[in-house]
Every structure is written in C-alpha cells, then in structure tokens.
C-alpha cells in the first residue's frame, strides 16, 4: 500500500520506539517524514515539544523541505512514576507542559498547514494509562486522560477544517522507555514478566503493532474516521479473562 504518495507527515519523538516505527511505516507508505525530537538523527528536525519557539522554527522548516505539511503524528512523551503525593508542583507542570501542552503547540503550528491538505490528520499517542488504573502512574495516566479529552474536542472543533483528530492508546509496549524501567527494576526478569502478565494476551505490544494503527488513522483511506480512541493493548481495556490465558 502506497496511500500516503504525495503526503508529508511530522512525528514528534519520531527517533524511538513508537514514533520511529510509525515514521518508517507511513514513509514505506510513500510518505514524506519529518522526525521531530530532542535527538532527532541526521536527517531530523531537533525540536522540544515543550518550546513554542522551537516547535514553530521546526514546522516551519518541515513546510520550507518539504513544500507541504498533511499529516501530525503527536507522539513525544515522557514519563512519571509514583502515587499522587510522589511529584511536586514543578513536576506535575513539566510533565503536562511536555505530554500536554507539547500536542497543544504542534497542532498550533501545524494546523495553518493542515487547513490546506485535502487528507489531513492529527493523530495523537495516548495510553491505556487514560482509561484503567495504573498503580504508581498518578501523574502520568493523568496527562493521558487530557490527551484523550484533547483529541475529541479538537476532532470537533475541526471538522469545518476537514482535520480529523484521533488518538491511539497502546497498553505496555516494548520500546526503549520500556526497556529504560526494566533496567531500573530490582529484578527486571520479573518485572518484565509481571507487566506481560497484566496484558491479557499475555505479552507486550510491539511498536511495529501501535505504529500500524497510528498509520490507520492517519491514512487517507480513513477519511471517515475521527475523534476516536484506538486501543492496542492486547485487550487490556475490554477483557477480563480468568488467569493467565493458554493458547491452545
Ligand atoms: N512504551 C509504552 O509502554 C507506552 C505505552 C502507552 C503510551 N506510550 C506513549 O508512546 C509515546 C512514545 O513512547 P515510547 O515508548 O516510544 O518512548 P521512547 O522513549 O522510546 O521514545 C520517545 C521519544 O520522544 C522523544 N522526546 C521526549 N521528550 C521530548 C521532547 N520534549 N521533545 C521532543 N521529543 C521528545 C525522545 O527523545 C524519544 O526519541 C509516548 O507519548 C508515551 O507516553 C508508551
């Protein structure tokens, strides 16, 4: 499937884990990509989602490469760890000022430009953290639960602009940010089995699985969708099975 001929994309956090999957996958697609990241690479756009000088001088030099801009993949985040007494106040506002206000700045930037794309979408990486409770993730889960209200209000607000807006929410998958905690664990063996167990299909989400439908949203042959929530999880939202599940 080459859908994405002739559309240009922007990936914020676009150098790891999610974003670089999702990069690699609508430029297979025949997308144009930009990687926006505080670590971008050599072919990248160095970008912190928490300045709003950096994120305009980063869109604007995406448009003056590439000539156009369809597609924002809002995907950079950073996490936060303990119960709601664990963060102090400059804590609590850098972590919303990156996860929140960073999704807040880019489609400020980007939206003058998505105006005049006839296939434009924003789609932004939420978590399963907005939905279920997560043990010792206060902060965090709550800037994902605002990245999902996000997503549908601005999915309304810009339908007169033909943008659609909608959020993907992976449960834990196997990126570096992962594999970063596991390192920090006691016994990361053990943690890494207790956090496959928690999801139902018994493993970790891929990035390669959330970059697939990130890529779904964004696709042009989705024009009907929007303001959507799309869990990749592997059922940890919805299902309940009794222990352990054996596959047969
Ligand atoms: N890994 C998971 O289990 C999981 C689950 C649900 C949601 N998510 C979300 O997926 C997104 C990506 O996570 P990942 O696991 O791929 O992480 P990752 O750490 O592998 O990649 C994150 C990327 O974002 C970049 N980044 C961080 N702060 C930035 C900033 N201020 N400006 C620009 N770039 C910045 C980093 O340099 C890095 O390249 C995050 O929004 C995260 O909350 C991850």
Sequence with gaps: ?????????????????????????????????????LNPGDDGFRCDVGSDDEVREAIDAVVERFGRLDILVNNAGIGAQGDVTANDDDEWHRVFDVNVVGMVRLARAALPHLKNSPSAAIVNTCSIA???????????????????????????????????????????????????????????AAERAALAARQPMGRLVTADEVANAIAYLASPLSASTTGTALAVDGGMYGLRPRGPVQHQ
Excluded at 164 to 182: I, K, Q, S
């Design 1 to 37: 499937m080459r859908e994405f001929e002739g559309l240009v994309a922007a990936v914020t956090g676009g150098a790891s884990g999610i974003g670089a999957a999702a990069a690699d996958l609508l430029a297979e697609r025949g997308a144009q990509v930009a990687v926006l990241d």
């Design 130 to 188: 907005a939905w279920a409770g997560l043990p010792n993730r206060a902060l965090y889960s709550a800037t994902k639960g605002a990245v999902l209200s996000l997503t549908l209000a601005m999915a309304t607000d810009h339908l007169p602009d033909r943008i659609r807006v909608n959020c993907v929410c992976p449960g834990t998958a196997d990126t570096p940010w992962v594999g970063r905690l596991l390192d920090a664990a006691d016994d990361p």
